[in-house]
T-cell receptor, first 114, second 115 residues
Framework: NAGVMQNPRHLVRRRGQEARLRCSPV?????VYWYRQLPEEGLKFMVY????????ESGMPKERFSAEFPKEGPSILRIQQVVRGDSAAYFC????????????FGSGTRLTVV | AQKVTQAQTEISVVEKEDVTLDCVYE???????LFWYKQPPSGELVFLIR??????QNEISGRYSWNFQKSTSSFNFTITASQVVDSAVYFC????????????FGTGTRLLVSP
């Protein structure tokens, strides 16, 4: 009965490098959401994906950030050319088609940019 | 637009005291969901409760209780006889029925329970 699996738990990148965060949803969940938590703040919605489709990316920064949820494999949040301000905790959540019952968060990936 | 306000930034209590965490929300949706999550120092998000906007009954789960009042747009959370293990940041969140479930979070209340 695995929940949402995120890896890595901690990621350190130097400025200018790329960060790739992975999220494996609960088995049978077809919807994935990414949230960002800046230090001392609440979570902010970034993007909502279904298999092979981006449904809502209204919370994604316009540049350097992208997300995908391929037919096979985990969802990936990709941050190119990271800057210090990208340091945050990134949480993934997944849900079944009815979207509310079973909405489950992963343990998060803590990204530190040095 | 949807908004969640947790006016209490930090609360400090002594063990065994009761404590109430406030949550006020704004939404134009007639159907919506309210959530509380706990974030302990380890950083993960622990789901505590989900409440449908049509269900205004208060709920009790052990030492936890929730008071949902649509008239004041509030969904307050009370911990009875607090314990040191309750020390965490608590988030209130709101989701509307707009076709998908995007949660809007408050800024959180940090609860410190000292022995």
């Amino acid at each position: 009965n695995a929940g949402v699996m995120q890896n890595p738990r901690h990621l350190v990148r130097r400025r200018g490098q790329e960060a790739r965060l992975r999220c494996s949803p609960v088995k049978g969940h077809s919807h994935v959401y990414w949230y960002r938590q800046l230090p001392e703040e609440g979570l902010k919605f970034m993007v909502y994906l279904q298999k092979e489709n981006i449904i809502d990316e209204s919370g994604m920064p316009k540049e350097r950030f992208s997300a995908e949820f391929p037919k096979e494999g985990p969802s990936i949040l990709r941050i190119q050319q990271v800057v210090r301000g990208d340091s945050a905790a990134y949480f993934c959540a997944s849900s079944p088609p009815d979207r509310v019952v079973g909405y489950t968060f992963g343990s998060g990936t803590r990204l530190t940019v040095v | 637009a949807q908004k969640v306000t947790q006016a209490q930034t930090e609360i400090s209590v002594v063990e065994k005291e009761d404590v109430t965490l406030d949550c006020v929300y704004e939404t134009r949706d007639t159907t919506y969901y309210l959530f509380w999550y706990k974030q302990p120092p380890s950083g993960e998000l622990v789901f505590l409760i989900r409440r449908n906007s049509f269900d205004e009954q208060n709920e009790i789960s052990g030492r936890y209780s929730w008071n949902f009042q649509k008239s004041t747009s509030s969904f307050n959370f009370t911990i009875t006889a607090s314990q040191v293990v309750d020390s965490a940041v608590y988030f209130c969140a709101l989701s509307g029925n707009t076709g998908f479930q995007k949660l809007v979070f408050g800024t959180g209340t940090r609860l410190l329970v000292s022995p």
